[in-house]
């Protein structure tokens, strides 16, 4: 099972947490139309390149990530969006585009857009592409400790 390692960190910690099967999507978009979940409570992970080293950037579904913003929060010198083949393998369980944004537990950073502690809950991928996964937005961050930035802007 692709979020067995999730899970586990999940139940040792005694986080409550919701798994919510959906008809398969690739999107995050999509991903929320298929789990009925609204869009802005689905979090999208965006791998990137931050001075040659892996980052999670975490971002509401429905937004862009602004590089450069994101590169002048961070003070990297080079800033670039990640191409699958870069990092499928650092997620060997999870289907390509599916990993969740547990960053953590693959020691790599973690930066979350702040528009998501807006949200009560965060719903992301749960390692496929016919499952997501919901809990309190407050655990999420208690367990991840991302670092907290405004790196998104709408999409048009």
């Not at 602004?66 to 499928?88: M, N, P, Q, S, Y």
């Amino acid at each position: 099972m692709p979020v067995a390692k999730l899970k586990e960190f999940l139940d040792r910690n005694h986080v409550p947490y919701e798994m919510i099967p959906h008809p398969q999507a690739y999107t995050t978009l999509e991903v929320a139309a298929a789990a009925h979940i609204p869009g802005r409570e689905v979090a999208k992970t965006v791998m990137v390149r931050i001075d040659g080293e892996m980052a999670m950037v975490v971002l509401e579904a429905p937004d862009r990530i602004d590089l450069e913003r994101l590169r002048d929060v961070t003070g990297a010198h080079a800033i670039e969006l990640a191409a699958e083949d870069e990092f499928k393998h650092l997620f060997p369980n999870c289907e390509p585009g599916a990993m969740p944004p547990f960053g953590n537990l693959w020691d790599m950073r973690v930066f979350v857009d702040q528009r998501l502690r807006e949200d009560e809950k965060i719903a992301f991928n749960a390692g496929t592409h016919a499952e997501v996964m919901r809990l309190a937005y407050r655990d999420f961050e208690r367990l991840v400790e991302p670092v907290i930035v405004q790196v998104s802007r709408e999409s048009p």
